[in-house]
């Protein structure tokens, strides 16, 4: 009886291993497992054959992307359709795209003058309520009563930027470093030398995003993260500055272009600071609205400040009068219209020419 099992045993085993050979011979996936199966008396792990089936002979499992690496391209493709990395032509160049340069052919290129806020001569200016008076908690009254102010006077703005790196992030992120003056000039006053009332200068750096988004019909074309400082560079009682942080946001409909920007003071210690209110009169950011037609410009620039309930308002025109000429309207009512008149309110018109092309 021993020898007879032992004899089975020893048949049945070549006959496992006969069909172990057979079921290698096999060239169908799905035959091959199941010979196995059979022969081995239990299952292998499940085999899917489509996946099978579309591998080329000889080819690996693919390999999972680096973690790193998806969470990279997972970030860009949710990004993407906000801050695109490629630079696409969308029709006739607009007001923010000359500005900015956020379309092929906008670019100029690093290192080349461009304007920057609108320059322009108003040769008359007229104040319904001059600021003989300028005064501030910390600097106290500026009092010269030797020096009355003309109710008419010059102003103008000369304002350029650069842009310095370009692409920084793929094919966006521009540093832009912009610069501007804007003086008010008592040339009427002869018997007084013809002062130059306030000269305020701002200089700021400004990292520029091309954006594009659609919101209620409205493409947000620009996204703006500036440094400025504003100081008109006197001293004693007519000293006045302030620091800001901002960020800047652009959109664009037909012919119309609105431009927000809310701010951040950057705090200065006691005494040191010339103008420590100047928040509730200058308040925390500015909206620009414009539209152009037929060549003409129409613009209202307006701030608020909500703790200090106080504000202003400017209203601009600009018009061609020929070819390479357009003149230009100025009106503001409020608060601010220069540094030395933060906390004082007039209203004013100026008449006069653009010096370059508006932004």
Known sequence: MWAMW??????????????ATDCRLQTDDVKRLACYDRTMGAPLA??????????????????????????????????SPIFPTTTAATGAPTLLSRAWELDPATKTGTFHLLPHEVNYVLPARYSSNPNGRPSSPTRGDGLDVANPIDTTETKFQ????????ENLFGNNGDVWFGYTQQSHWQVYSGDLSRPFRETDHSPEVILSLRTNAEMFGWRWRLLNLG????????????????????????????????????????????????????????????????YTASGHVYSALGRYSVSGGRGA??????????????????LTTGYGESLIDYNHSQSTLGVGILLLPWK
Do not use: C
């Open 158 to 165: 000369l304002s350029l930027k650069l842009k310095a790196f």
């Open 227 to 290: 440094l400025i400082h504003q100081s008109n560079g006197r001293s004693e009682s007519r000293s006045r500055s302030w620091n800001r942080v901002y960020a800047q946001f652009g959109l664009e409909r037909d012919n119309w272009t609105v431009v927000a920007r809310p701010w951040l003071r950057l705090p200065e210690r006691g005494v040191d600071d010339d103008n420590p209110d100047i928040r509730q009169t200058m308040g925390s950011g500015d909206l620009r609205v414009g």
């Open 46 to 79: 499940p085999l899917v054959p489509s996946a099978l089936s579309s591998m080329p002979k000889g080819s690996k499992e693919p390999k999972e992307p680096p973690e790193s690496t998806s969470a990279a391209s997972a970030l860009t493709d949710l990004l």
């Open 6 to 19: 032992v004899m089975w045993a020893m048949s049945g085993a070549a006959h496992a291993t006969e069909s």
């Open 313 to 330: 308002l400017q209203l601009d025109w600009a018009f061609p009068l020929s070819k390479a000429l357009r003149g230009y309207v100025q």
